[in-house]
T-cell receptor, first 117, second 116 residues
């Protein structure tokens, strides 16, 4: 079974400071990893993904994430936070060895990011 | 290019009733999946439809059922509603429903169901 843990319910950071939102995962095969963002009363928006290759992945709005296989982590980062980054962030994993035809994403519980002006 | 659209956006039902939620996938996408997001939780996978057939299902009872139509739009049906079914139901579309596809999901804004 696959699972995702986001150990922090909330992260507070001052505007202009770097931010990190943590994610660890568990899968039996090779992971496909994703970050999504959700604004209040909205659906989820894709930020970035790791499939294979370079461990540092760059995505939308200046976000990036680092895949660490030995630590089974995929932390989301941004060098300089903006107030508009305040939202709910979800990490998700799919096991590349899932049964044929399955595309199940398993999500973490989410981390609320608050960027303080 | 139109995105994923869902209807209705909000609805209220009573326990024991039935509900149908609708989803139009993003243009060119042939795969639709449904997720349930309870308050304060991450989305949970209900099932996926690819080429009009269910090809993946999460840990949800049979009273959760669905359809995909030839134009790739989809319905989620829930029978015998329970209080715990109150949640945001998210539809997501993608291109290619096999495990070889590494593409991301594109989500609609959801249908918020309240069961009284």
């Amino acid at each position: 079974a696959q699972s995702v843990a986001q150990p922090e319910d909330q992260v507070n950071v001052a505007e202009g400071n770097p931010l990190t939102v943590k994610c660890t995962y568990s899968v039996s095969g090779n992971p496909y990893l994703f970050w999504y963002v959700q604004y209040p009363n909205r659906g989820l928006q894709f930020l970035l993904k790791y499939i294979t290759g370079d461990n540092l992945v760059k995505g939308s709005y200046g976000f990036e994430a680092e895949f660490n296989k030995s630590q089974t982590s995929f932390h989301l980062k941004k060098p300089s936070a903006l107030v508009s980054d305040s939202a709910l962030y979800f990490c998700a994993v799919r096991d590349s060895s899932s049964g044929a035809g399955s595309y199940q994403l398993t999500f973490g519980k989410g981390t609320k990011l608050s960027v303080i002006p | 290019e139109t995105g994923v659209t869902q209807s209705p956006t909000h609805l209220i039902k009573t326990r024991g009733q039935q509900v149908t939620l609708r989803c139009s996938s993003q243009s060119g996408h042939n795969t639709v999946s449904w997720y349930q997001q309870a308050l304060g939780q991450g989305p949970q996978f209900i099932f996926q439809y690819y080429r009009e057939e269910e090809n993946g299902r999460g840990n949800f009872p049979p009273r959760f059922s669905g359809l995909q139509f030839p134009n790739y739009s989809s319905e989620l049906n829930v029978n015998a509603l329970e209080l715990d079914d109150s949640a945001l139901y998210l539809c997501a579309s993608s291109l290619g429903g096999t495990r070889m596809n590494t593409g991301e999901l594109f989500f609609g804004e959801g249908s918020r169901l309240t069961v009284l």
